[in-house]
């Protein structure tokens, strides 16, 4: 009877020992998006230079990528900021601007759309035994029509999470 009951305690803090506390995971997409801003040039009556400041799109919105049926930014408003996800499974990511301005003079809406490719390297980073893995990626070139865009301008490269912001966007 010792025995059992010596053999009970044993297994019972062997099992205790063993559990393994599980990390829990976030149900979203672990790899990070490409932190898109928008900024805008104007000029400074008093010096005669130009001031950058971040701009505010005072338009609606709406992002959607080529070659999916999902759209990323859906009809938002003064919009300062976006996140872009990338396809962890290609080196490139296009995305199509849609902007719908109101035009004050003729009281009408006109469309406006541009183009943002982005070429990538993505490369696979071991999270944890729980989450598993997930991609990080570099960006290698980064181009836009220019209807309403003036250009886009690569801040960071590497991509390890949307803390800060990889691209900027300046706007006509």
């Known amino acids: 009877m010792k025995l059992i009951g010596t053999l009970l ?18 149900d979203t997409n672990p790899s990070p998006g490409v ?3 928008f900024y805008r040039d104007t000029l400074n009556k008093k010096t005669g ?26 009809s938002l408003r ?7 996800p990338l396809n962890n499974n290609a080196q490139t ?10 035009n004050p003079a003729s009281k009408k809406r006109e469309i406006t759309k541009d183009t943002l490719k982005i070429d990538y390297e993505g490369r696979r980073a071991f999270v944890s035994q729980e989450c598993g893995f997930k991609f990080d990626f ?29 691209l900027y966007i300046y706007f006509k």
């Open 49 to 74: 230079e130009l001031d950058t400041f971040k701009f505010s799109l005072p338009d609606t919105l709406v992002v959607k990528g080529i070659g999916t049926d999902s759209l990323v930014v859906d």
């Open 78 to 84: 003064s919009v300062q900021r976006i996140v872009l």
């Open 138 to 166: 570099t960006i290698k070139n980064a181009t836009a029509t220019q209807n309403r865009f003036k250009n886009s301008v690569t801040q960071q490269t590497d991509i390890t999470n949307e803390a800060s912001t990889a």
């Open 35 to 37: 932190v898109v801003e």
């Open 93 to 102: 990511s296009t995305f199509t601007f849609v902007i719908n301005k109101l």
């Open 9 to 26: 305690i044993v297994v019972t803090v062997f099992g205790v020992i063993a559990c393994n506390t599980d990390k829990i995971c976030s």
